[in-house]
């Protein structure tokens, strides 16, 4: 099927993997978790264009794709080469078997098991890193498993010298889980490090500032905050409440894609973390979120995967926002030849 016949194919809910609840109305995901083994994962693979050790490199902006291993160094320096990124934002399997479903990409494993994959990822992460850089690590905690691995990722990231923790952010979901005898878990954990001295340019939110007060003499005239602000909205801190999760509500969705980020929060590290024109890289490339980024924003991206299947997911997202602008297919199947 060409391109121009599956770009409009929300017309058509029973061929774009829409499907409705007739008993609710509501519409739904069709295309099932693109980590699940068995005959989807068959179908699918024949449709990728890369296979393990392949990079695309695109001819417009110099981004790369891969199908490779975070864990081996090799990889790594197979698509990133000489150069040195001062920004690496990488969202690594959290350990957590989610939807009680543990798979290849979405694995639990012992914890020693876990920590020894994250030391080999960030070993070869500081390694491509310039001498000034920032280094983001999403990561979660299974409150069933004593919060694992969130404080044992924390403390091993201590043996790294490079490092310097920064700050410690948490992204807040629009929905979440839990339970009638729990607190609704609707939080993100995103760790932030730095290796040097990079410089760090400040940004805002869409929030306005609205709260009067905390006066402070500036030359000689008592002034409050607000008077004093560059800015009419406020600041983002390491509590981010203005953005949206990601579900099939907001175009940028990939269907399929269990563990996708917002757009809006990676494009707040690239803007934060780097210049135009400069090298950003995601290990773990998933629905390619790191790479729509840098495209929006005028950066170069070198992301990779171990699974072929998000490796073109990834490619073919950034070749539908080129033609038609739109930053992911929504509830639209991203393999329309699948449906």
Request: net charge positive; with cysteine; charged share 30%.
């Amino acid at each position: 099927m060409k391109v121009k016949e599956w770009q409009n194919l929300n017309l058509f809910p029973e061929l774009n993997g829409v499907e409705k609840d007739k008993n609710k109305g509501r519409t739904t995901e069709k295309l099932q978790r693109l980590d699940f083994h068995g005959q989807l994962r068959k179908e699918i693979l024949p449709l990728c264009r890369l296979k393990y050790g392949d990079i695309w490199e695109d001819p417009v902006r110099g981004h790369k794709v891969g199908v490779l291993d975070a864990t081996k160094i090799e990889d790594v320096k197979k698509i990133v080469g000489d150069e040195k990124a001062p920004l690496v934002i990488n969202d690594p399997p959290y350990n957590v078997a989610v939807g009680n479903a543990n798979t290849k990409n979405l694995f639990k494993i012992s914890l020693q098991k876990y920590l020894d994959f994250s030391q080999e990822w960030v070993k070869n992460a500081i390694k491509i890193m310039d001498k000034n850089a920032h280094l983001y690590v999403w990561i979660g905690a299974d409150y069933k498993d004593n919060f694992q691995p969130l404080p044992d990722l924390i403390i091993l990231m201590r043996e790294f010298k490079e490092l310097k923790p920064r700050n410690f952010i948490t992204l807040r979901n629009q929905r979440g889980y839990g339970t009638q005898k729990n607190w609704m878990w609707i939080r993100q954990e995103l760790l932030y490090y730095v290796k040097g001295n990079p410089e760090f340019k400040v940004v805002y939110t869409d929030i306005p500032k609205v709260l009067r007060g905390y006066y402070k003499v500036v030359n000689g005239e008592l002034l409050e905050n607000l008077e004093r602000s560059k800015s009419d909205t406020i600041r983002p801190g390491n509590v981010w409440i203005d953005i949206q999760q990601v579900f099939y509500r907001l175009e940028e969705n990939v269907p399929g894609c269990y563990a996708q980020k917002p757009l809006k929060a990676i494009e707040r590290l690239v803007l934060t973390g780097s210049k135009r024109g400069k090298l950003v890289v995601d290990f773990f490339a998933h629905s390619g979120t790191t790479l729509i980024a840098g495209e929006k924003l005028d950066r170069k991206v070198f992301t990779f995967d171990i699974d072929p299947i998000f490796a073109e997911i990834t490619i073919r997202r950034l070749e539908l926002y080129r033609k038609t602008g739109q930053m992911g297919w929504q509830w639209r199947n991203p393999l329309p030849e699948n449906s």
